[in-house]
């Protein structure tokens, strides 16, 4: 025995430890190298007059999330049922799901 | 001395299965005496053993050690005693499985907080004391029987016990090896420990080194050696 | 003190043995517990950077968006209302925007087209988002053709394809004149999709909202805050799917993990009696099984955070993607930039390690208060 | 309801820790009431080990409620941006009327918590567990405490609305202001820098006394007290005038906050576990006479005296260094 | 006699008034930095930039307010809060428009009172460059009162905490 268990496990722990140190000195670091990137995001959002993140292609309604009222979804039939994935993931805007 | 005085254990009190295994028992023993307990097994050998070698609380009666009454301390103290006092050794050797023999003698000494590297050093040297030395690295699963039982009673010397308790030793054991253990108790008397067996078995209270036995019966001591 | 430090490395020593002998049921228990934080961390962060992303990146978003409805579904907006809503106090412009989708039968994609404010391509030509570009193979200068409202084909030439940096907002955008998209849609000359207005102070949001409402009983304004809300609670709780499956494993884990604390086996038994024998104490063994729980739960969460992030940000959640993606075949394939905090790290720790922790005091009382001469009897 | 990891942490480990503090004063009437070492009953056996769980538990909540008295604080400052007319956790806490009474049961639950893991430590020194009942009796007085606190954390936080029109530290320490704080600071500032100083001494010299001879335990104890409530009102009153660079900002919270380098947090922390670990020392002086803890308690309040001693001391320091270097000063005003 | 001194009086308030305005036109209006406080309740200004107010002294010398009420209430006991310095040292006085968020002269500008628009200090004087802006704003918002930057008084500033 060469190392005590507990200096091995310690070991690992402070390695992981570090790891999970450096990745967010990484994230830090990242953020602060994406500072130009999000000025150029914002001034084609702000040129382009954009309101929705382009994450839900699928259906108009997941397109442009925040445009949507409630009655999209089930435009066709009162009764239809969800059908696309990410209706599954992404609640209806907060401003029509409240109650006033 | 350790000098129990009128002591009874009841377990499971108040319930059906009440039992009560030791009905006001009054024992002294000298130490550097190599003392054993006999009697056939439910007797109540093993339960005086464990309120002596301060594993248990009586119900009733008090139990003295070097004139300091032990019974009336919590767990936390008893055990300090124990650990300081007492070495122990099993019937079957109890040894801890999946790791070393040098690591199950260490064990006891765990919660000491003893610096590793002399803790390492004492116990080689208690294994070496029995030419152990080369199978300190082995696990237990792969010691024979005879190592196992040296193992066992390095273990129970790490703390340097001014009291060795062992829990009928020979039961498993082969003549040969029987007469092993008690040749090495003979060397640990020799050295000035007191030793307690507690044994049914003739290969030890016929012993040389043996210089009392008590016999018990239905939880009272029924031989008249003991008398007081 | 350093016999207080000894003594833990000692009682951490035989701990690890005794967590290495059952390798197994250990193993297991250790891969289940870094999945489950894995697939919590991988959530969190996904979320929080998009979530942040979205806050930053609609900051620039039209303070207020003027829309039209009739019997509950859209209208196209007269260009004329924004000469009165311009009267209101607070509202420093008005902006008709004209936007609309577009669906591919040949590609099953979905496109927005759209006028852009500034900088509008010429007529005849278009600016395309990078996952158009990708999934058709179009590069610029390629000349592409969509039937319009009357069925006629109406081709463009690309001038400008968007940077892939920006696909999070642009990817499947198709930007045209005002000219083109009026004779490609067919929407009149005086009316637009809607209006975006620019209002400087954020707490007239709702006057204004309020004042055109009444002006316009039809009209339905959306305010910024509300779009930025609607990202903020994207993934809610409640979003379906993941959290299905989610608690699905947690139950499970939960379980796994309880039977784990309470069910001590024989053998185990009999080694805590054998060292309460030999000189243990009820809170040395109290320690040790604190250490069998730390070490579990402290390894599974370090391990599970950090596949999390590698996941996340080095891979682009490459696990979620298909779920995601759902239908649609322009997933923008986008980086996330890595928003984490300490914050969100610490949160992390507290689903997930404390409970484990504290569901395991009970369970390692119960073992540590074993009679010590329960190896005699 | 204000959805916040912080306010979800704080209700939920209320929660627990009341749940927690019920099931030990159950166990602690049954110990108060049936606990006799001398006899080796299952019962006793039972209970004995009963205290193994309870302490563990105890400790860890405790442990945590130490904690959650800064959290409380820190959670209050950062939410503080929810209500108007507030900048920093005065406002948050003047939203409703549980505000200020959450923070001092939570200032009154610190102290006892940390002083019964001050008994907890010396009870199990001893062989015949000595303060067993004194630490049960005082887990039993503890208990309602911990239970007011999270009713009134929990009406507190329940009943936080955003938007709610709250009142600024401004102007709740304005000496215009008809409350206790304008009491306090419509004291001069020299007057109470020379008690805030003299108070500081008079501990030091009990503590070295206690430290050296081992005499006046009591007396130390009640000097610490002192000192606590002098340093908060000092913090009140010019203190915080240091720090902020302003003559007529008085607030005790904004120094927790990122721009004044979060020196509130050392400055509290130093104080609280001065006090805690000062009036330990009380606490123990009286179990002295028990014989088994004979040689442990002047032992252990040595120990204590020192960790006492050393946060108020490095508490003084800081304040002296801002008085001294910061580029303020208040003689002008 | 009398009438002559009056004149005097009003002849030098009209200078003077005159001559800050002047001043006031020239000076242009600093952006709060991070580090700016409020002189009156110790907030930094540059996190409430809505409401934000400043008094520029002859010297140079720039106060940042977290609102109008501040400002005022630091106008009107410059003896507590800016000892040494007078009213008629004040250069230029900036508050912050309304509907526009820009910065603009605060001796000139209309403050409405008592409306349901309130500023990180809680109730706030509501500044406005016109007066058409105010009356709308005022019914818009339940304003109580219009008043000019010389009506402001302790006795309007008390109500407002």
Redesign the interface.
């Known amino acids: 025995?060469e190392f005590?268990r507990s200096t091995i496990y310690m070991g690992t722990t402070a390695i992981l430890v570090l790891s999970l140190t450096g990745l967010m000195l990484h994230a830090k670091a990242k953020v602060r190298a994406s500072a130009p990137l999000f000025a150029r995001k914002t001034a084609v959002v702000r040129q382009l007059e954009l309101t929705d993140l382009c994450l839900f292609t699928e259906a108009t309604y997941t397109r442009h999330l925040s445009m949507t009222d409630l009655s999209t979804p089930f435009q066709d039939a009162p009764l239809s049922l969800e059908h696309f994935p990410s209706g599954g993931l992404v609640g209806p805007p907060p401003h029509l799901a409240q109650k006033p | 001395m350790i000098s129990a005085r009128n002591i009874s254990?009841v377990f499971?009190?108040?319930r059906p299965n009440e039992f009560t295994a030791l009905h006001g028992v009054s024992l002294d023993v000298q130490l550097h005496e190599t003392t054993v307990l006999k009697g056939p097994s439910g007797s109540g050998k093993?339960?005086l053993?464990?309120l002596i070698g301060c594993?248990?609380?009586?119900?009733?009666g008090r139990i003295f050690l070097n004139e300091r009454e032990i019974?009336?301390?919590?767990?936390?103290?008893l055990?300090?005693v124990?650990?300081s006092t007492f070495g122990?050794i099993?019937q079957q050797f109890?040894?801890?499985?999946?790791?070393?023999a040098l690591?199950n003698v260490?064990?006891?000494?765990?919660?000491?907080?003893?610096?590793?590297s002399l803790?390492r050093r004492r116990a080689m040297e208690t294994l070496e004391m029995f030419d152990l030395g080369k199978r300190a690295?082995a696990r237990i699963e792969w010691l024979s029987g005879g190592e196992a039982q040296r193992v066992a009673i390095a273990?129970?010397l790490i703390?340097n016990p001014a009291i060795i308790i062992a829990?009928e030793p020979t039961t498993h054991l082969d003549t040969r090896l029987s007469h092993e253990f008690m040749d090495i108790m003979g060397d640990l008397k020799a050295r000035g420990t007191t030793i307690i067996l507690a044994s049914h078995d003739p290969l030890v209270y016929g012993s040389d080194l043996v210089d009392r036995v008590v016999e018990m019966r239905d939880g009272q001591v029924v031989d008249g050696e003991s008398a007081l | 003190m350093?016999?207080?430090?000894?003594?833990q490395?000692?009682?951490m020593?035989?701990t690890l043995?005794?967590l290495?002998?059952r390798k197994g049921k250990n193993g297991a228990l250790l891969s289940v517990y870094t999945l489950l934080v894995f697939i919590l961390a991988s959530i969190l962060f996904f979320t929080h950077a998009l979530k942040h992303e979205a806050a930053l990146v609609l900051n620039e978003a039209p303070e207020i968006i003027v829309q039209r409805t009739m019997t509950g579904r859209y209208q196209t907006i007269p260009v004329a209302w924004s000469d009165r809503i311009r009267q209101i106090n607070g509202v420093i412009s008005v902006h008709p925007r004209l936007w609309g989708y577009k669906y591919d039968k040949d590609f099953l994609a979905n496109y927005t087209m759209m006028v852009p404010a500034g900088n509008p391509p010429e007529p005849g030509s278009i600016d395309i988002g990078s996952g158009i570009s990708r999934m058709r193979g179009a590069n610029r200068g390629d000349i592409i053709a969509f039937a319009g409202h009357d069925g006629q084909p109406r081709s463009f030439t690309i001038r400008n394809i968007f940077d892939s940096e920006s696909q999070l907002v642009t990817s499947d955008l198709i930007l045209l004149s005002e000219k083109d998209y009026r004779d490609f849609s067919g929407i009149p000359e005086d009316q637009s999709t809607d209006l975006a207005l620019q209002v400087r102070n954020p707490r007239e949001y709702a006057t204004i909202a309020e004042k055109i409402s009444r002006m316009y009983p039809d009209s339905r304004p959306i305010v910024r805050t509300e779009i930025q809300r609607t990202y903020d609670a994207l993934f809610g709780w409640r979003s379906g799917l993941m959290i299905v499956i989610f608690a699905a494993v947690a139950l499970a884990f939960v379980i796994f993990a309880w039977d784990k604390a309470t069910g001590l086996s024989a053998?185990e038994q009999?080694?805590i009696g054998?060292?309460?024998?030999?000189?243990?104490?009820?809170?040395?063994i109290m320690l040790m099984k604190f250490w069998e729980g730390s070490i579990i739960s402290l390894t599974a969460f370090l391990l599970g955070t950090i596949l999390a992030y590698a996941h996340v940000f080095f891979t682009s959640a490459a696990l979620f993607a298909p779920v995601i993606k759902g239908w649609s075949t322009l997933y923008p394939t986008f980086r996330l930039t890595p928003f984490i905090d300490f914050g969100q790290v610490a949160t992390l720790f507290f689903l997930t390690v404390v409970p484990y922790t504290v569901t395991t005091i009970i369970p390692s009382w119960r073992a540590a208060t074993i009679?010590?001469?329960t190896?005699?009897? | 309801m204000i959805l916040d990891p912080g306010i979800l942490a704080l209700l939920v480990s209320s929660l627990l820790i009341s749940l927690m503090s019920l099931y030990a004063s159950g166990w602690s009437i049954r110990i108060l009431r049936r606990w006799d070492?001398?006899s080796?009953?299952?019962l006793q056996?039972a209970l004995?080990?009963r205290t193994y769980l309870i302490s563990t538990i105890v400790s860890y909540f405790l442990a945590f409620q130490l904690v959650s008295l800064f959290l409380f604080i820190q959670t209050a400052d950062s939410i503080s941006h929810l209500f108007v007319g507030a900048m920093c956790a005065v406002g948050t806490l003047t939203v409703s009327s549980f505000g200020y009474p959450t923070l001092l049961l939570k200032i009154v639950t610190f102290i006892l918590a940390g002083l019964w893991l001050i008994l907890n430590h010396a009870d199990?020194q001893g062989?015949?567990?000595p303060l067993i009942k004194a630490k049960y009796l005082l887990l039993l007085i503890m208990a309602p405490f911990i239970l007011a606190e999270t009713v009134v954390q929990g009406a507190y936080f329940l009943g936080l609305r955003p938007d709610i029109i709250t009142s600024c530290c401004g102007s709740l320490f304005s000496q215009n202001s008809h409350k206790i704080t304008s009491e306090i600071l419509a004291a001069p500032s020299a007057p109470m820098e020379i008690v805030f100083y003299s108070s500081m001494f008079i501990t030091f010299a009990a503590g070295a006394r206690l430290f050296v001879q081992g005499k006046g335990g009591y007396f130390f104890a009640s000097m610490s007290g002192i000192a606590f409530l002098t340093s908060i009102v000092s913090v009140i009153s010019f203190i915080s005038l240091y720090f902020y660079e302003m003559p007529s900002h008085h607030c005790p919270f904004c120094i927790l906050q990122k721009e004044y380098g979060y020196a509130g947090y050392p400055l509290y922390i130093l104080m609280l576990s001065g006090t805690v670990t000062g009036l330990g020392v009380g606490l123990l002086q009286q179990f002295s006479k028990e014989k088994s803890l004979a040689e442990t308690i002047p032992a252990l309040q040595r120990k204590l005296a020192a960790v006492s001693l050393t946060a108020f001391f490095l508490f003084t320091v800081i304040v002296t260094c801002q008085i001294l270097f910061s580029n303020f000063k208040l003689e002008g005003y | 006699m009398k009438a002559i001194f009056r004149n005097i009086c009003i002849m030098f308030t009209v200078l003077f008034f005159g001559f800050s305005l002047a001043l006031a036109a020239d000076l242009k209006p600093h952006k709060a930095g991070p580090k700016d406080k409020c002189p009156v309740c110790g907030m930094f200004v540059a996190k409430y930039p809505d409401f934000a107010a400043q008094i520029t002294f002859r010297d140079g010398a720039t106060f940042h307010f977290d609102g109008a009420k501040d400002m005022f209430r630091f106008y009107l006991n410059l003896s507590r809060y800016a000892p040494g310095k007078k009213t008629t040292d004040v250069a230029a006085v900036f508050v912050t428009n309304y509907y526009d968020l820009s910065l603009v002269n605060g001796l000139t500008a209309y403050y409405v009172i008592g409306s349901d628009v309130y500023g990180p200090m809680g109730r706030e004087l509501i500044p406005f460059v016109r007066e058409t802006e105010a009356r709308d704003f005022m019914k818009d918002h339940h304003g109580t009162s219009r008043i000019r930057f010389r009506d402001v008084t302790p006795a309007i500033l008390k109500p407002l905490d």
């Open positions: 025995m005590r | 254990k499971n009190a108040g093993t339960t053993l464990s594993m248990a609380r009586p119900t009733t019974t009336s301390l919590p767990e936390r103290f055990t300090e124990r650990r122990f099993f109890n040894l801890i499985k999946g790791i070393s690591e260490m064990a006891p000494a765990y919660p000491t907080g003893e610096k590793f803790l690295d273990r129970a703390h829990d | 350093t016999r207080m430090i000894e003594r490395r000692h009682i020593d035989f043995a005794a290495l002998r053998e009999k080694e054998i060292l309460k024998a030999v000189g243990w104490e009820t809170s040395d009679d010590p001469d190896v005699m009897r | 070492l001398a080796g009953s299952e056996l004995e080990r199990n062989y015949d567990y």
